[in-house]
C-alpha cells in the first residue's frame, strides 16, 4: 500500500505502523481460531454434546421415548458389572484381535515388497487398497454371498477338487468367527497397508543404497531400516487395532445380525437399547466400552513410549 | 446395491407387519401422572374445522409411494381440493420415526411406531376419538392403539396368523390334507424331505425378523385370546401346553430332524419368495401379508397356498388377527382436520387392505382372496383379547426385563441353533432357561 502513496513524516509512520503490529498481533493471534470455530462448532455439536448426553442417559432407567428418566445413580454399572453373560462377548473379540495382528502383518509384508522396484507396483497397490474404499455393507452382502453353501467359496473349493474342504462357513459356530473376521481382515488390510506405505516411502533412499554397499540384503533392510522408521505408525497402528476389535460391529452386525455365537460387545449393546428399551443401561455399556478403549491405549503409550526416529 | 434397498425395504415392511400386533400391549402401566387426554369432543370440532392446508404422510411403502399412494393423492384431492398431500416414504421406518418423535417433526399422518408406550400416546398423538364409539365401525380398536379409553389410530391393513405353502410341493410328497397336529406336521415335513428336492420347512434365520411371525401365533394355537395377558401371571410360559411350548418345541423338532435350510445362517428373504413359488422351499411362518408378495413371486400364484398353525381345539383351527401399523395424527400438527379427512378416507375408501390382501380396518369391509383357504379350512379368527387397564405394558416389561425378546429373533435363532447341533443344549435346557429368565423378570417388575 504504501508503495504507492505519497510520503507522510517518520514519526506518524511508526505510530501508524505500530497501531498496525498491534491489530496484527492480535488477528495473528485470532486467525487459528477463527478458522477453527466451524470445525469447533461441529466437534462440540456432533460429538462431544451427544456423548455427554450419552453419560447422562448411563445414570438413568429410560426406555428411550417416554418423556422422564428416571435417575439411578450407578444402577446401570453395577448391572453390568455383576452380570457376567455380558462380558462373555468380549471372548469373541478376541478372534479379531488376532486377526488384526494377522491383517498388520500383511499390510507389512505387502507395503515393503511394494516399496521397493517391483513390476505392476501400481496395479498392486490399487488392488490391495481397493477393499478399504467398498462400502461395509456391500462387503457385508459379498462375503455373505461368497461363505454360502455352494457359493463362491465352495464353488471355487470344488473347481481346485477339495471338495473335501467345504463347509458351512457362518453355520458352523467353531468356524462362523474366523469366516468373519477373515473378512474384517480383506477389508481393513488395505487401510493398514497404505499407512505402512506411506511410511516406508519417507525413508531416505540413500540409506537403502549405503546399506547394500555394506552387504545388506533386503530382510536386514527391513529388520533395521524400515522396521525402526515406521514405528510410530505400527503402534498406532496397534491402538486402532485393539479399539477396532474391542468395537467390531459392521460386519457381523451385517453378515449374521450376532447370531450362532458371533455377538459383539457393540452389537449387544444395541440390542440392548433398541430390542429391550433399556437405554441406560446400553449407555452405561457404551461408556464402559470408551473406557476400556481409553485404557488400554494408555496401557500401551506406557509401554511403548512414543520415541523420535532418528536414523542419522 | 439394488439387491439391498429390495431387501431392507421387504424387511422393514415387513416389520413392520410382525410387529404390528404387539403394539397395543406395551406401555408401562401406571398413566397416574399422565394428563389425561383431550376429551373426544376436540376432535369432532377439529373435524368439523375446515378440512384444508398441506399434510405429511409418512409411510414405510417405499415400494408403493410413486405409484399407488400417488393413485391415492390425486383420489383424495378430487375430494378434499384444499387439501395437499404429501408422502415422506422411509426404508427404516420403524427406528427412524422413533427417533424423530423427539422433535416436533414427524408428519402429520404417520403410522405409530411400535416402540411407543401406550402411556406415551397423548404426548404424541392426536386422539381419534373414544374406543366405545370408533369400535362400533372399525377393527382392532379395542385391542390395540389405545390408552385410556381413547383411540389413537386405526389400522391401515390387518393380518391373519399361520404358514405360507407351496401347494405343488405338498401334493407331490404325498400329503392331501392340512395337518392338525404338530406331530403331523413333523410327519409332514419328513415327507416332503423324503419325496422332493424341496427344502420342507424355510425359518429365514439370517433375516430374523421373519422368525418372529412365529410369536403372532401366540394365542391362535390353544384358542385363547387371552393367551398374551395369561403370560403375566404365569413363571413358565414354556411349559407343556402353553401357546410357545408349542410353537417353540414345532420349530425345534422341524430343525433337530433337519428339514430346515441346510445352512440357516446364509438364508436370504428375497430369494425365499422365489424359491416358495418355484417349489425349492415347502412352508414358511408368515402373517397373511405374505401371501400377495408370495403369488407375485410364483410361478403360478394358484400353488400358493395358506395353512393355519397345525394345531386344533376342539377340532377346530383358529387364527389369531391383528391389525398392522396403525395411521395416527401428529399432536404437533397444524393440520389436524385434513390429517383426520386422509386417515378415515384411508381406512374406508383406499382399498388399501383389499388391494394388499389384508383384512379391511371396518367391521363391514370385504374378506379377501388370500384367506380363501382359511374359509376352506374352517378356521376360526381370534382378536386378542385387550390387556385389563393398567397392565397394558406388563407382559413386554416382563420380556424386556428378561431379555428373552418374543419379537426379537434372538431366541428362536438360539432354538434353531442347538437343534441343528451348533449349541450345546437341549430343548429342555432352553426352555427351562427361558422359563427363569421370565420368572425372575415377573418379579422383579411386579416387585
Given at each position: 500500500m504504501s508503495f504507492f502513496s505519497t510520503p507522510v513524516r517518520p514519526h506518524a509512520v511508526r505510530a501508524a505502523r505500530d497501531a498496525r503490529s498491534g491489530r496484527q498481533r492480535f488477528l495473528q493471534g485470532a486467525t487459528p481460531w477463527l478458522f477453527l470455530i466451524v470445525p469447533l462448532i461441529f466437534l462440540c455439536l456432533f460429538t462431544l454434546l451427544p456423548v455427554g448426553n450419552m453419560i447422562w442417559y448411563s445414570f438413568t432407567e429410560w426406555n428411550?421415548?417416554?418423556?422422564d428418566k428416571e435417575y439411578v445413580g450407578l444402577g446401570n454399572y453395577i448391572e453390568f458389572f455383576t452380570r457376567p453373560e455380558l462380558f462373555r462377548v468380549f471372548l469373541v473379540s478376541l478372534y479379531y484381535f488376532v486377526a488384526s495382528f494377522v491383517q498388520m502383518g500383511l499390510a507389512l509384508y505387502f507395503a515393503t515388497i511394494l516399496s521397493?522396484?517391483?513390476?505392476f507396483k501400481n496395479l498392486f497397490k490399487g488392488i490391495l487398497f481397493f477393499p478399504y474404499l467398498i462400502n461395509g455393507v456391500a462387503i457385508g452382502f459379498t462375503f455373505l454371498y461368497f461363505f454360502r453353501p455352494g457359493g463362491t467359496l465352495d464353488a471355487s473349493l470344488a473347481a481346485l477338487g477339495l471338495?473335501?474342504?467345504?463347509?458351512?462357513w457362518l453355520g458352523n459356530p467353531d468356524l462362523i468367527n474366523f469366516s468373519l473376521s477373515g473378512t474384517s481382515v480383506w477389508r481393513y488390510m488395505g487401510l493398514n497397508f497404505v499407512l505402512f506405505l506411506g511410511a516406508i516411502q519417507s525413508v531416505n533412499p540413500s540409506l537403502y543404497e549405503a546399506s547394500s554397499l555394506d552387504g545388506a540384503g533386503k530382510w536386514q533392510q527391513f529388520r533395521y531400516i524400515i522396521l525402526p522408521s515406521i514405528r510410530p505408525i505400527v503402534g498406532l497402528s496397534m491402538i486402532l487395532a485393539i479399539s477396532g476389535s474391542l468395537a467390531v460391529f459392521e460386519i457381523p452386525y451385517i453378515m449374521t445380525g450376532g447370531a450362532n455365537g458371533s455377538m459383539t460387545f457393540v452389537i449387544q449393546t444395541i440390542n440392548m437399547a433398541?430390542?429391550?428399551?433399556k437405554v441406560g443401561l446400553a449407555s452405561a455399556m457404551a461408556v464402559i466400552l470408551l473406557l476400556i478403549v481409553l485404557l488400554i491405549t494408555w496401557i500401551q503409550r506406557r509401554l511403548v513410549p512414543d520415541e523420535k526416529v532418528n536414523l542419522t | 446395491m439394488k439387491m439391498r434397498t429390495a431387501a431392507m425395504v421387504a424387511a422393514t415392511t415387513s416389520l413392520a407387519f410382525t410387529l404390528a400386533a404387539c403394539s397395543g400391549s406395551s406401555?408401562?402401566?401406571?398413566?397416574?401422572?399422565?394428563?389425561?387426554?383431550?376429551?373426544?369432543s376436540t376432535t369432532s370440532d377439529s373435524a368439523m374445522a375446515e378440512v384444508a392446508g398441506e399434510i405429511t404422510v409418512l409411510t414405510n411403502r417405499t415400494d408403493l409411494v410413486d405409484t399407488v399412494f400417488a393413485d391415492y393423492k390425486s383420489a383424495f384431492e378430487a375430494k378434499y381440493p384444499d387439501v395437499e398431500v404429501k408422502f415422506e416414504a422411509i426404508t427404516d421406518y420403524e427406528g427412524e420415526v422413533a427417533t424423530r418423535m423427539?422433535?416436533?417433526?414427524?408428519?402429520?399422518?404417520?403410522?405409530?411406531?411400535?416402540?411407543?408406550n401406550a402411556s406415551d400416546y397423548p404426548d404424541f398423538f392426536e386422539p381419534l376419538g373414544s374406543v366405545d364409539e370408533l369400535s362400533q365401525t372399525y377393527r382392532f380398536i379395542g385391542s390395540e392403539a389405545n390408552y385410556d379409553g381413547q383411540s389413537y389410530g386405526i389400522a391401515i391393513t390387518g393380518n391373519a396368523n399361520g404358514l405360507v405353502y407351496n401347494k405343488k410341493v405338498w401334493s407331490d410328497a404325498g400329503i392331501t390334507e392340512d395337518p392338525t397336529t404338530p406331530e403331523e406336521f413333523q410327519k409332514d415335513l419328513q415327507m416332503i424331505a423324503d419325496n422332493t428336492d424341496?427344502?420342507?420347512?424355510?425359518?429365514?434365520y439370517a433375516d430374523?425378523?421373519?422368525?418372529?411371525?412365529?410369536?403372532?401365533?401366540r394365542g391362535g394355537v390353544t384358542a385363547n385370546a387371552n393367551a398374551v395377558n395369561e403370560l403375566a401371571d404365569?413363571?413358565?410360559?414354556?411349559?407343556?401346553?402353553m401357546d410357545h411350548y408349542i410353537i417353540d418345541s414345532l420349530i425345534f423338532d422341524a430343525a433337530a430332524a433337519g428339514n430346515?435350510?441346510?445352512?440357516?445362517?446364509?438364508?436370504?428373504w428375497e430369494q425365499s419368495k422365489t424359491d416358495l413359488g418355484t417349489g425349492k422351499i415347502g412352508a414358511m411362518a408368515l402373517g397373511s401379508w405374505a401371501i400377495v408378495q408370495m403369488q407375485a413371486a410364483a410361478?403360478?400364484?394358484?400353488d400358493i397356498g395358506y395353512m393355519p398353525f397345525p394345531n386344533q381345539v376342539d377340532g377346530t383351527f383358529h387364527s389369531v388377527i391383528s391389525g398392522d401399523y396403525k395411521n395416527g395424527i401428529n399432536?404437533?400438527?397444524?393440520?389436524k382436520a385434513a390429517a383426520r379427512a386422509w386417515i378415515d378416507w384411508f381406512a374406508d375408501e383406499s382399498g388399501y387392505a383389499t388391494d394388499q390382501g389384508g383384512i379391511s380396518p371396518r367391521l363391514d369391509g370385504p374378506t379377501p382372496d388370500t384367506l380363501k383357504d382359511f374359509d376352506a379350512a374352517g378356521v376360526e379368527y381370534i382378536e386378542l383379547t385387550p390387556p385389563p387397564a393398567g397392565k397394558e405394558s406388563l407382559v413386554s416389561d416382563i420380556d424386556n426385563a428378561a431379555e428373552?425378546?418374543?419379537?426379537?429373533?434372538d431366541y428362536r435363532q438360539r432354538i434353531v441353533d442347538a437343534a441343528r447341533g451348533a449349541?450345546?443344549?437341549?430343548k429342555q435346557d432352553i426352555f427351562d432357561d427361558l422359563n427363569s429368565k421370565w420368572a425372575e423378570a415377573r418379579a422383579s417388575v411386579e416387585g
Amino acid at each position: 500500500m504504501s508503495f504507492f502513496s505519497t510520503p507522510v513524516r517518520p514519526h506518524a509512520v511508526r505510530a501508524a505502523r505500530d497501531a498496525r503490529s498491534g491489530r496484527q498481533r492480535f488477528l495473528q493471534g485470532a486467525t487459528p481460531w477463527l478458522f477453527l470455530i466451524v470445525p469447533l462448532i461441529f466437534l462440540c455439536l456432533f460429538t462431544l454434546l451427544p456423548v455427554g448426553n450419552m453419560i447422562w442417559y448411563s445414570f438413568t432407567e429410560w426406555n428411550g421415548l417416554s418423556k422422564d428418566k428416571e435417575y439411578v445413580g450407578l444402577g446401570n454399572y453395577i448391572e453390568f458389572f455383576t452380570r457376567p453373560e455380558l462380558f462373555r462377548v468380549f471372548l469373541v473379540s478376541l478372534y479379531y484381535f488376532v486377526a488384526s495382528f494377522v491383517q498388520m502383518g500383511l499390510a507389512l509384508y505387502f507395503a515393503t515388497i511394494l516399496s521397493f522396484n517391483t513390476r505392476f507396483k501400481n496395479l498392486f497397490k490399487g488392488i490391495l487398497f481397493f477393499p478399504y474404499l467398498i462400502n461395509g455393507v456391500a462387503i457385508g452382502f459379498t462375503f455373505l454371498y461368497f461363505f454360502r453353501p455352494g457359493g463362491t467359496l465352495d464353488a471355487s473349493l470344488a473347481a481346485l477338487g477339495l471338495e473335501q474342504f467345504q463347509q458351512q462357513w457362518l453355520g458352523n459356530p467353531d468356524l462362523i468367527n474366523f469366516s468373519l473376521s477373515g473378512t474384517s481382515v480383506w477389508r481393513y488390510m488395505g487401510l493398514n497397508f497404505v499407512l505402512f506405505l506411506g511410511a516406508i516411502q519417507s525413508v531416505n533412499p540413500s540409506l537403502y543404497e549405503a546399506s547394500s554397499l555394506d552387504g545388506a540384503g533386503k530382510w536386514q533392510q527391513f529388520r533395521y531400516i524400515i522396521l525402526p522408521s515406521i514405528r510410530p505408525i505400527v503402534g498406532l497402528s496397534m491402538i486402532l487395532a485393539i479399539s477396532g476389535s474391542l468395537a467390531v460391529f459392521e460386519i457381523p452386525y451385517i453378515m449374521t445380525g450376532g447370531a450362532n455365537g458371533s455377538m459383539t460387545f457393540v452389537i449387544q449393546t444395541i440390542n440392548m437399547a433398541f430390542k429391550f428399551n433399556k437405554v441406560g443401561l446400553a449407555s452405561a455399556m457404551a461408556v464402559i466400552l470408551l473406557l476400556i478403549v481409553l485404557l488400554i491405549t494408555w496401557i500401551q503409550r506406557r509401554l511403548v513410549p512414543d520415541e523420535k526416529v532418528n536414523l542419522t | 446395491m439394488k439387491m439391498r434397498t429390495a431387501a431392507m425395504v421387504a424387511a422393514t415392511t415387513s416389520l413392520a407387519f410382525t410387529l404390528a400386533a404387539c403394539s397395543g400391549s406395551s406401555d408401562n402401566g401406571d398413566g397416574s401422572n399422565t394428563p389425561a387426554p383431550e376429551s373426544s369432543s376436540t376432535t369432532s370440532d377439529s373435524a368439523m374445522a375446515e378440512v384444508a392446508g398441506e399434510i405429511t404422510v409418512l409411510t414405510n411403502r417405499t415400494d408403493l409411494v410413486d405409484t399407488v399412494f400417488a393413485d391415492y393423492k390425486s383420489a383424495f384431492e378430487a375430494k378434499y381440493p384444499d387439501v395437499e398431500v404429501k408422502f415422506e416414504a422411509i426404508t427404516d421406518y420403524e427406528g427412524e420415526v422413533a427417533t424423530r418423535m423427539s422433535t416436533d417433526d414427524y408428519g402429520d399422518v404417520l403410522l405409530i411406531p411400535n416402540s411407543v408406550n401406550a402411556s406415551d400416546y397423548p404426548d404424541f398423538f392426536e386422539p381419534l376419538g373414544s374406543v366405545d364409539e370408533l369400535s362400533q365401525t372399525y377393527r382392532f380398536i379395542g385391542s390395540e392403539a389405545n390408552y385410556d379409553g381413547q383411540s389413537y389410530g386405526i389400522a391401515i391393513t390387518g393380518n391373519a396368523n399361520g404358514l405360507v405353502y407351496n401347494k405343488k410341493v405338498w401334493s407331490d410328497a404325498g400329503i392331501t390334507e392340512d395337518p392338525t397336529t404338530p406331530e403331523e406336521f413333523q410327519k409332514d415335513l419328513q415327507m416332503i424331505a423324503d419325496n422332493t428336492d424341496a427344502t420342507p420347512l424355510y425359518t429365514n434365520y439370517a433375516d430374523g425378523w421373519p422368525l418372529t411371525q412365529w410369536e403372532s401365533d401366540r394365542g391362535g394355537v390353544t384358542a385363547n385370546a387371552n393367551a398374551v395377558n395369561e403370560l403375566a401371571d404365569t413363571d413358565a410360559p414354556w411349559s407343556e401346553g402353553m401357546d410357545h411350548y408349542i410353537i417353540d418345541s414345532l420349530i425345534f423338532d422341524a430343525a433337530a430332524a433337519g428339514n430346515i435350510e441346510e445352512d440357516p445362517t446364509t438364508t436370504n428373504w428375497e430369494q425365499s419368495k422365489t424359491d416358495l413359488g418355484t417349489g425349492k422351499i415347502g412352508a414358511m411362518a408368515l402373517g397373511s401379508w405374505a401371501i400377495v408378495q408370495m403369488q407375485a413371486a410364483a410361478d403360478d400364484a394358484a400353488d400358493i397356498g395358506y395353512m393355519p398353525f397345525p394345531n386344533q381345539v376342539d377340532g377346530t383351527f383358529h387364527s389369531v388377527i391383528s391389525g398392522d401399523y396403525k395411521n395416527g395424527i401428529n399432536v404437533h400438527s397444524e393440520n389436524k382436520a385434513a390429517a383426520r379427512a386422509w386417515i378415515d378416507w384411508f381406512a374406508d375408501e383406499s382399498g388399501y387392505a383389499t388391494d394388499q390382501g389384508g383384512i379391511s380396518p371396518r367391521l363391514d369391509g370385504p374378506t379377501p382372496d388370500t384367506l380363501k383357504d382359511f374359509d376352506a379350512a374352517g378356521v376360526e379368527y381370534i382378536e386378542l383379547t385387550p390387556p385389563p387397564a393398567g397392565k397394558e405394558s406388563l407382559v413386554s416389561d416382563i420380556d424386556n426385563a428378561a431379555e428373552i425378546g418374543l419379537w426379537s429373533p434372538d431366541y428362536r435363532q438360539r432354538i434353531v441353533d442347538a437343534a441343528r447341533g451348533a449349541r450345546d443344549e437341549t430343548k429342555q435346557d432352553i426352555f427351562d432357561d427361558l422359563n427363569s429368565k421370565w420368572a425372575e423378570a415377573r418379579a422383579s417388575v411386579e416387585g
